[in-house]
């Protein structure tokens, strides 16, 4: 899946519990731009306000 969102799949609809794999980020290896977070998920790759995101155990 594209870390870049180049191609959109299907929005996430509210309260909808995804399990995070992993964290990235948009331009990871370009040093000159600041790049976006991303949370790696079993079909790609999703983009959230971190202040949203909480622990479910």
């Known amino acids: 899946m594209d870390i ?7 929005p996430i ?5 995804l ?6 980020y948009s331009h990871g290896t370009n040093v000159h731009q600041h790049g976006a977070l991303r949370y790696r998920i079993a079909g790609g790759y999703v983009t959230g306000n971190s202040r ?6």
Request: glycine share 8%; charged share 40%.
């Open 4 to 10: 870049d969102f180049n191609q959109r799949l299907k």
């Open 13 to 17: 609809k509210k309260g909808h519990v």
């Open 19 to 24: 399990k995070v794999r992993g964290h990235d």
């Open 52 to 57: 949203y995101v909480k622990v479910v155990r």
